[in-house]
């Protein structure tokens, strides 16, 4: 036997015995675990860090204005100074310090005498959103969701084994006539309806914002239902012209939770978000989250406070804000410019996507392997919504990609997409003839 005869034979013992090892251990997997798949826009995140490609893809925020000099002092002086205190553990609720930040923050928004005692600082907001699925849902439970709506909490609420039941947008968001038809055909089935999650400034995938007259009708009727609102709200400060609309938390403070994050506003690296939680339902909250993380970064938590109070925010905010209105800006132009008559699109009044809608037959998943032939990335709308069904849609995000690369993506993107309208103009069945006359 020679000695590459030898390493093969070795390879494939190796092999089989894997593959033993997996079909015994195949059982031992949970219910839960085989509803946890990966996020396609993590697929797709992979891919799109390919050389030369342009990524319209990831929903990541711009640091080109974040001073990366004094966040490295900042850093520096934390572990000189606190150093003993910020590299061992902490409180499962995250420091007084940055839940007292947190506060001023949200009163930014219009969140006003929120206490410090209520927030649960969380590791990026969506781990809030697996707290509360966790919290408030056993398998069967149903968790109502804007249509379209994020793709990582459609898999946390998936991982256990909760229903997800979308209901319908119009161009003002959240439609308050189809919430109430579909909780009404939900509880006529015997449904248990534990949540509404909601992404009510400037949704992702579409980009929609839920209108300010709708935002407290929303939350009476979940409220007339013993629906508890689970607030979503990364994005809220990010609107370009600088006057957010109030969250659904600012007038409801015992019937929301609200989920904010330090990823848009500043890093997604420090992996800090957190949950403002009505007083009554604190304890079991913050328990759950002391139970996966023990307690958050100590050291993240204090640099993010100590930069924040030694540098302007609120200015920084402000350019962050320019910076994503001028790449939407060159997004809507290149999309007007580029894509045919039949694309229609959102007009996003902040935030980090534009969501794009073909004719009726057209699956934007197939589309997404020609676009990257063609050095461009996006994520098929299928991705967003709890259907199995095709998605004619697809988003295109701006918000970490400069105006040139953005014009770029969507010229090379236009042609993919331009072939498939007319090749599903072909196809389509043809209209019935109009009725002649006498």
Known sequence: MTPHETELTAETQTALERA?????????????????RQSAVRDVFDISIR??????????????????????????????????????????????????????IM??????????????????SQSAQDIAAKVFCNPGDVVLAEDPTYVGALNTFEAYQVRVEPVGMDEDGLV?????????????????????YTIPSFNNPSGITLAAERRQQIVDICREHNILVLEDNPYGML???????????????????????????????????WALVPKHLYRRFYLAAEAVVLCPSMLNQMLVTEFFHSFDWRAYLAESRAVYAERCAAMLHALGEHFPAEATWTTPSGGFFVWVTLPDGIDTYPLLHESIEAGV??????????????????????????????????????????????????????APAAPGRD
């Open 51 to 104: 050389p030369g490609l342009v990524s319209l893809a990831g929903g990541s925020p711009s640091l080109t204005r974040l001073p990366l000099g004094l966040v490295a002092e900042t850093a520096q002086r934390v572990i000189m100074d606190h150093g003993m205190e910020a590299l061992h553990y902490g409180g499962g609720k995250g420091t007084l310090a940055l839940r007292e930040l947190i506060c001023e």
């Open 20 to 36: 033993d090892a997996a079909h015994r251990h195949e059982a031992l997997f949970s219910e839960r675990a085989h509803n946890i």
């Open 239 to 273: 609107r370009f012209d600088g006057k957010p609309l109030a969250p659904l938390r600012a007038d409801n403070p015992d019937d929301v939770i609200y989920c904010g994050s330090f990823s848009k506003i500043f890093s997604p690296g420090v992996r800090l978000g």
């Open 377 to 430: 990335v996006f994520i098929p709308g299928a991705a967003f919504t709890p259907s199995d069904a095709p998605s004619s849609k697809l988003r295109l995000a701006f918000s970490g990609v400069a105006p040139e690369q953005i014009r770029e993506g969507v010229r090379r993107l236009a042609p993919v997409v331009r072939a498939a309208v007319e090749a599903n103009a072909r196809y389509a069945p043809a």
């Open 176 to 196: 308050p006539e189809l919430l109430e038809a579909r909780i009404a055909e939900l509880e006529a089935a015997g449904a248990t309806i534990k949540l509404l």
């Open 107 to 124: 009163a930014e928004e219009g969140i006003l005498g929120a206490s410090p005692e209520d927030v649960v600082v969380t590791t990026g």
